[in-house]
Structure formats: C-alpha cells, structure tokens
C-alpha cells in the first residue's frame, strides 16, 4: 500500500496545477511533524490560547434518564471559538507560517472551520479568504459575520449545490490561481495526500486525552466511542487513539438528513459508492455517471458529497462501523442534551449523541460510553426554531 | 499508423503549429456539437478534444462549467458521447480524437471499459485532468497494449526534476503544457516567461511534440506559442463564442480560420 493511500482509498487525485503545492506541504509536513519546535509552539497555543485539555465531562442526568451505559462527553464544545476545528487549524497554520505562505484560504460549511481559520488568520497576522455556499451562509449567518469580524473575506458560493462541497471545488480553483502563496487549510480529513493523515494527526489530541482522562476517571477504558461523520475529522481525532484496543467499539454517525431512502441525505458510507473526488478516492454520493449528487442534512457540517478516505478504511476493516441518524433524530438529542445537561450541542454533534443515547439504552450500567461533542450549538438556534415551526413544535 | 503522431508530423514539415480545439460534449445538443466538430476541423482545427462534462470541473474556468451544466441538464453522459462520436470518426479519418475528462466520470464508467470502447471507436487518447502522475499508473497499466494514449498536462509548477518524469514513460503522444497559473479562461495576456518554458519542456520532451494551451484567443498568441511549442490549445474561446454568440457556428468557423491562417 502506497503511504498516500488507506487500503484503495486516499491517493492524490488532483490537476497538475496543483500538485506542486500538494508535495511542497508533504515535504514540509514530514519536516516539522516530529519537530521539537514546532510541537512546542503548538503545544503552547493548544493550552493557552484554545484552552486543552478539554474536560471530559460525566452526563449524569442522561445517564439516569435512559438508564442503562454511562456516558461522557469529550467536550470539543468548549475549545476557543466553539469546535474541534481550532486543533487542526492551529496546526496547518503554524506550518503555514513556517513555509511562508502570504495567504490562508478555506472552505466552510457549517461556518466553524471559517471562524478557526480566520481567527488564526488574525492571530497570525496573515490574509485570509473564506469559501462557503450561498446557502451555508445563509443558515449560518452568525459564523459568517464571526469571520468577517475577525477580517476575513468571504466568498459566498453560488454554483452547484451552493454547499460546502462547491466551497471547496471554488476554493481550490482559488488556490490554482497563485499556489506559491496561498495556503490551503482543509478543515476535514479529506482532500489529497497530505491533508487526511494531517488533519487526523493534528485532530488525534481528542482522544489522547479522552483516553487519559478516562483512565483516570474510570481506571478502564471505554466500551463505545461515537462521533459524527462529515468528511469526519473530529471523529477520527476520538478514534485515533483507540484503534488498536480492539475491545474498544467504535462508530461513526453519518447524516441520514430525510432518510436514506428519500435519496436526501449526506451518508457517503451507507448509501454511496467508490468514486474520486477533490483529490482523494472515497466513497461519494454521485450518480451511475459519475457526477455528484446534490446531499442534504439538517446540519450543514455533515452536507457533503464524500468522506475522509480513512474511514472507507476502517469501514472496510469493519474497525469502526459506521451508521446513520437522521434529522429528527439530530433534532431529539439536541433537546435533550440540551434540557437535562444544560449544554447546547452543535446540530452535527447532536448526530453522535442520538445514536449514544440509542446505544446506552442496551448496554450496562457499568459499561461507558464516550461522545465527541465536537461543537456547541450557538450557530445552529435559526435552523432549529425552523424546523420546529415546520413540524409544529 | 498512428494519427497523432502523423498530423505533428505533417504539420512540422509544413512549418505550422497544431491546433488542439477543446469542446464540451453536449453543448446547446449532442447535435450541435457534432455540427460544431465538423465546422472545426473543415476550418484548421487539426485535434478535437472533446470533453466530457462533469459537475464538479475544479481546473475549469467559469465559461467552460458554464457549458458542461447545460450538457448535463441534458443528462450527457459517456454513453451518448460513445453513441454519437462514430459518425466524426468515419469523416474525418484523419484528424486525432482525444477525450479530456475529470476522472471520477472515467472511473465510475469503469476503466476497462472505457479503453476498450476508445479502442472499438478508433478514438486516438485520453486526457485525464486530475489523475497526475503519482496516480497514473492505475490506467497506464489497463492501457498497455492498446492504440491508445495518454496525454500527460504539465503545469507551470511543475519542477524539471518532474517534467522528466512526466515525460518518461508516455509514448505515442504529446504533450499538453498549462501555460499560466489558474484556471481555463480567456486571457489577453500571457506569461512573458511562457518562452523560455517552452523551449525547457521542448529539450525535455525531445521527440514527443508539446502542445500549450489555457489563456489563448488570438492568432498572434498561436502564432508566438507556435514559435516554441508544436502547436496550441484553445478551448475555453471556443466554448465562449458557442456560447454567447447569435450564429454561433458562423463565428466559431471565423474564429477557427482565424487562428489557424490570421484571417
């Protein structure tokens, strides 16, 4: 297996124009990953400025209301500027500064990997340009007037499916325009060969800490982790650390959006099949033609055609299954989440803490179960109270 | 015989550059684009790339997206492309015919089909936008042993170190150079360095002719480019006049005699 490829998935899949850049950030990845400065700079940033460790919080309350395995919540939610998404983008950028680029570039979604990267952006003190769809930036107004705050330029999308998957074809034409100076910061574990083992590297923090913490804690480890599957790289930084405890299950939550069946949703995994597409091999969510499909999910972080290659290949492996809640089972857990532990989980996170919850029910008392509650879920009160006048709630 | 191969051969012994034209499969109709291969290749244009339309063109400029959405809300797809091509190949037995797609459309059709039906066509190379070279070996290897070629891009990024790299390995072929950083599209200028590169990728390549394209819409452009390189690319023009012009193939049939004999 060649090291840019998970089993047959991963690769490098992208225009000429691009591939300088693309073995430039290789070189310097493979330089500074191990690199006792650069892992001190970011370590500093880490604990002084996102504020990690996280705490991995017991949810007592849930807990007790369904009555069955303990759960805790690795709380991602309380990182400086809301997400997992700081871990990554701190880490890209400090080698961004490192190989002199004079200008950041992203795409966004939900508008949280926006926000890190144009908060690093002014932390740094480097230009920065934000791709998001026409419709994201609608839906996630408040992040987009984060980033403009911050001084970022925002680049509203409006081609295609006006989502995030048309915030990154935009981005990396962008990108092709001057390669030597941009800095691409993808925000999830996809794209070409460099950027999964990056993102999952720089995103691996989560459950070295979770797994830390809950050594400490419980003096065992847990018997069931669950995140949510966009691209999936916070669900990658929880599993990283536990993909050798095979006693560990693990599972990915994908967006079942109206449900599979009604072909709207967002779960490339369960419902899609082997294709290419910005830079990686990945299952997608596309037609016997080979065009990609327009997706749909209530939350706009998981509205994305593909997904890390990482995950085809545990997937594959069957090391992590990977399964589905829907919206109005997004919508649930948000709720309770929400009432009975006074934290407002992102509507992506909400996905992972539906299928907890539905697995607790089954499990012991003794048994643990961890969550990665990757965002919090300011951003997401509009799309909430819509959905809610629209099903009379 | 190998028509590519022959035509750069034709066209050195008469002292001009080829002219590569780029077309989206589908554009305005499946008919249309048959008419407009036609109008290309009676007026100068000596290679058609036709390029197959796909939703998600990441090395494409607006006007040729713009054309592939059309194609698509038509549903065109390979098969059509496949279905329809035949009746070009059996007039115009000379010229070389190259598919220019986004690999995922070549991957989802399945890899050995696809050659085999370049094979069965008698369609002459493929040329797969985003499949470089760290991944090309995946078709390099289905293709061996059949009349087809693969034709390699090479980018203003690309380092010496690459280009031979690049190089090695193709045969039968040319050679495709970006000529600016960027996507398709029309440009008035291009690089001023553009020159020199040519004549390194040129001492490169050595007997594999080296077409450059991306920016072009003038004859003096061709003409210079034509200087140093085998021949030209012109595609996102070409897709601009089909596209926002009143009497499209009268324009394009100026336009292609234009560039090919400074009318």
């Known amino acids: 297996m060649k090291k840019s490829h998970y089993g047959i998935y991963g690769g490098q899949y992208i225009a000429e124009s691009l591939m300088m850049p693309i073995l430039e950030l290789e070189e310097a990845y493979d330089k500074y990953k191990n690199d006792k400065n650069f892992l001190e700079e970011l370590d500093y940033y880490m604990k002084n400025y996102v504020g990690r460790e996280t705490p991995l919080t017991f949810a007592k309350r849930l807990t007790d209301f369904l009555s069955g395995a303990k759960i805790y919540l690795k709380r991602e939610d309380l990182n400086h500027t809301g997400a997992h998404k700081i871990n990554n983008v701190l880490g890209q950028v400090l080698l961004a500064k490192r190989m002199n680029k004079k200008k950041l570039i992203a795409e966004t979604g939900a508008g949280m990997h926006g926000v890190a990267v144009a908060t690093a952006a002014a932390l740094f003190n480097i230009e920065c340009e934000i791709f998001m769809g026409e419709i994201d930036v609608k839906r996630q107004k408040a992040n987009v007037d984060r980033m403009k705050i911050l001084g970022a330029k925002i680049h509203s999308v409006s081609e295609g499916t006006k989502t995030l998957k048309d915030a990154m074809n935009e981005a990396m034409r962008f990108w092709t325009n001057d390669p030597k100076n941009i800095f691409y910061v993808i925000g999830t574990a996809a794209g070409p060969y460099p950027y999964p083992m990056m993102v999952q590297d720089f995103q691996s923090i989560i459950g070295k800490e979770a797994k830390k913490q809950i050594l400490s804690i419980e003096k065992k480890l847990p018997n069931l982790c669950v995140a949510c599957v966009g691209g999936g790289s916070n669900a990658i930084g929880l599993f990283d650390a536990f993909l050798g405890d095979m006693d560990v299950k693990l599972i990915g939550v994908e967006a079942g959006g109206k449900g599979i069946k009604t072909g709207e949703h967002a779960a490339s995994i369960n419902g899609g099949r082997l294709g290419v597409l910005h830079g990686a091999k990945t299952m997608l969510l596309e037609t016997f033609d080979g065009q990609i499909l327009d997706t749909y999910s209530i939350s706009a972080g998981l509205d994305y055609p593909g997904v890390g290659p990482v995950h085809c290949y545990l997937n594959d492996t069957k090391r992590v299954k990977y399964e589905i809640c829907d919206d109005a089972g997004a919508i649930m857990a948000f709720d309770i989440l929400s009432k009975l532990e006074g934290i407002i989980p992102a509507l992506e996170s909400s996905h992972a803490v539906f299928v907890a919850m539905e697995k607790a029910k089954s499990m012991k008392k003794d048994e643990i179960i961890i969550v990665n509650l990757s965002g919090r879920g300011d951003k997401d009160l509009e799309t909430i109270l819509k959905y809610k006048s629209e099903h009379n709630e | ?263």
């Open chain 2, 1 to 263: 015989m190998n028509r590519i191969i022959d035509i750069f051969k034709k066209n050195k012994s008469k002292n001009i550059g080829t002219f590569v034209g780029y077309i989206t499969f589908g554009v305005h109709s499946i008919d249309f684009t048959l008419k407009a291969i036609e109008v290309m290749l009676k007026n100068g244009v000596d290679i058609i790339e036709l390029g197959v339309p796909f939703s998600d063109m990441v090395a494409d400029g607006a006007i040729i997206r713009q054309a592939s959405l059309m194609a698509l809300s038509s549903n065109v797809n390979l098969e059509k492309i496949f279905d329809a091509i035949g009746i070009i190949r059996e007039k115009f037995p000379q010229n070389p015919l190259v598919v220019f797609s986004y690999y995922n459309v070549i991957f989802s059709y399945g890899l050995e089909k696809f050659f085999k039906m370049l094979e069965k066509l008698d369609l002459d190379g493929a040329l797969p936008v985003d499949l470089p070279l760290e991944e090309r070996d995946e078709i390099l290897s289905i293709m061996k042993g059949k009349s087809i070629s693969y034709i390699p891009l090479i980018a203003p990024t690309t380092s010496e170190d690459r280009i031979k790299k690049i190089v090695s390995g193709v045969e039968n072929t040319f050679i495709y150079n970006i000529n600016i950083n960027g996507t398709t599209g029309v440009r008035d200028d291009l690089p001023l360095d553009l020159k020199d590169r040519l004549k390194l990728i040129k001492e490169i390549a050595g007997d594999i002719p080296v077409v450059s394209g991306f920016g072009i819409q003038k004859y003096s452009q061709a003409k210079t480019i034509s200087n140093y390189a085998d021949g030209y690319v012109i595609g996102s023009k070409i897709m601009k006049i089909i596209l926002e012009e009143d009497e499209p193939l009268v324009k394009l049939k100026n336009f292609v005699r234009h560039i090919k004999f400074g009318e």
